[in-house]
């Protein structure tokens, strides 16, 4: 499980800028880069992307699959500037693991 946030317990230095929500546009281009690496969005709430990969088949490349869709991730933030002028940020995090979910609504796995 990917999970990319802004929101970040520690306040950011002043050169950071982490967005409370993800503009629009770049949601969209991280639905583009997940869908062409044939992993699962989970959800967007905010500024939290959560991406699946090994879910509903198991895939033996996993890891590396979410690894490079994090750094693909991170170099398309990049183009994202806040209202300063800052390019934005964001904190990433891998898990690997047993994971638990179930059905909100008729198919969207949670």
Partial sequence: MLVISSQHPIPAPSRISFP?????????????????????????????????????????????ALATLALQMMDKLEEYRDGSGRPLTALMGIHCGPVIGGIIG?????
């Fill in 20 to 64: 409370a929500r993800l503009p629009f546009s770049c949601s969209a281009q991280f639905d583009e880069l997940t869908e062409a690496a044939g992993l699962m969005k989970v959800e967007t709430v905010g500024a939290v992307y959560v991406a699946v990969a090994g879910l509903p088949t198991f895939r033996a490349d996993h890891s590396a």
């Fill in 106 to 110: 008729a198919q969207m796995p949670r």
